[in-house]
């Protein structure tokens, strides 16, 4: 199931990376997609989406509704 999440934060690649092993923590198989520009990111995951919003809130990203 594809999820859209938007994440603030992000300013880097290395920030993507965070996001990525975040979710891929949570969901090793998902697919992540991030165009860091307009804070968007998109998984590719059967995990619940309030699992991967709180992976990524852990990572130190704010994830909006």
């Known amino acids: ?3 859209t ?3 603030t ?3 880097c ?3 993507e990376k ?3 092993r975040a979710v891929k923590q949570v969901d090793p198989q998902a697919e992540v997609r991030i ?3 307009i804070n968007l990111v998109e998984v ?6 309030e699992r991967l919003a709180e992976a990524i809130a852990e990572e ?3 994830v909006a509704e």
């Not at 590719?44 to 989406?49: E, H, V, Y």
Request: charged share 15%; aromatic share 8%; glycine share 14%.
């Open 1 to 3: 199931m594809k999820q």
């Open 5 to 7: 999440f938007t994440v």
């Open 9 to 11: 934060g992000m300013t």
């Open 13 to 15: 690649g290395h920030c």
């Open 18 to 20: 965070a996001v990525t």
């Open 35 to 37: 165009d860091r520009a």
């Open 44 to 49: 590719q995951s059967g995990q619940p989406r």
């Open 60 to 62: 130190g990203y704010a």
